[in-house]
C-alpha cells in the first residue's frame, strides 16, 4: 500500500508493481516481446524479476507506470508462503535475482563488483549487528531476512564477475 493518491513511479529499475498486482494495456504487449526468461536461463531457482525487466522496456518505450490505490487484487497465499524458511528462501533469490537484473540493465559493470561485495558484506554484518538490537519483532524478522538477501545478492555478483554465461535477456 503506497497510499491513497495514484503515484507515478520514479526511473529507479526496481520500482516497479509486482507481478501479483501488474496490470497494463493490451497494446503495450505490441511494444515488447513479452515477460523476460533471462532468470530461468541463469539458474532454475531464480523465478523473480521478470516483472521488472518489462516494466523498463516499457519505460523505455516511453510508457508510464503508475500505482493506483483504487486496484484491487487477490492473491491466494499458501500456508507454507507464512514461514521464516520460505522467507529467508524468498529473500536470497531475490538477492541472487536482483544482481542480475540490475547488471543486465546496465545498472553496474563488471569494473564496480568488487565494490559492490563489499558494500553487500557490510550490509549483511548490519543486519547480523541489528537484528540483535532490534527490540520490535517484525522489525528483528526484517533484518534476518536483509542477510539472506545481501548473500544472494553476493553470490550472484561472484557468478557474474567469474563470466557466468546466458547474460543476454
Do not use: W
Not at 507454507?80 to 542480475?100: H, N, P
Amino acid at each position: 500500500d503506497f497510499g491513497d493518491e495514484p503515484k507515478l513511479y520514479d526511473k529507479h529499475p526496481k520500482h516497479v508493481p509486482f507481478t501479483g498486482s501488474l496490470a497494463f494495456k493490451k497494446n503495450c504487449l505490441g511494444y515488447i516481446k513479452g515477460f523476460s526468461e533471462f532468470a530461468s536461463k541463469i539458474d532454475k531457482n531464480i523465478t523473480t524479476n521478470e516483472d521488472i525487466i518489462l516494466a523498463n522496456e516499457l519505460r523505455n518505450k516511453g510508457f508510464k507506470i503508475v500505482y493506483n490505490p483504487k486496484m484491487v487484487v487477490y492473491h491466494k497465499i499458501q500456508p507454507e508462503q507464512m514461514t521464516l524458511g520460505y522467507y529467508k528462501k524468498r529473500f536470497y533469490i531475490g538477492g541472487r535475482s536482483d544482481a542480475y537484473t540490475y547488471y543486465l540493465l546496465g545498472k553496474f559493470s563488471k569494473t564496480n563488483i568488487p565494490f559492490k561485495i563489499i558494500l553487500h558484506f557490510m550490509r549483511i554484518l548490519l543486519s547480523l549487528i541489528l537484528k540483535n538490537l532490534k527490540t520490535v519483532p517484525h522489525e528483528k524478522y526484517y533484518q534476518k531476512l536483509r542477510y539472506y538477501y545481501n548473500s544472494g545478492y553476493i553470490k550472484s555478483l561472484l557468478e557474474i564477475l567469474g563470466g557466468r554465461k546466458n547474460l543476454e535477456k
